[in-house]
């Protein structure tokens, strides 16, 4: 089994900064790519960046030039900086990954149970 573990989230003020990180633990054999998602009330889960294990990264419209995502191989961790936040970026904000758990093939993907981010203005 699989674990995703979010932290750092909390209440911002407008043009503030604030990183989220996530720690990936388990039988884990392998992880591919990992992302942020992030969920407003009552709008649709949607990406706010992807990191591959190489390296590439990939932004939203919304957030590119602000945030950046990182991670750490080593210790299974990914992050996101957030800079110059805005009230449109409160939202709950989700790790995922996807993983090669120990004794498969086939990689499988998680999910954290989520961070707020509050953005006041």
């Known amino acids: 089994q699989v674990q995703l573990v979010e932290s750092g989230g909390g209440l911002v003020q407008t043009g503030g900064s604030l990183r989220l990180a996530c720690a990936a633990s388990g039988s884990i054999f392998s992880i591919g790519a990992m992302n942020w998602y992030r969920q407003a009330p009552g709008k649709q889960r949607e990406l706010v960046a992807s990191?591959?294990?190489?390296?590439?990264?990939n932004y939203a419209d919304s957030v590119l030039g602000r945030f950046a995502i990182s991670r750490d191989n080593a210790k299974n961790t990914v992050s996101l900086q957030m800079n110059s936040v805005k009230p449109e970026d409160t939202a709950v904000y989700y790790c995922n990954a996807f993983v090669r758990s120990s004794g498969t093939s086939l990689y499988t993907t998680y999910w954290g149970q989520g961070t707020q981010v509050t953005v006041s203005s």
């Open positions: 990191i591959t294990s190489g390296g590439s990264t």
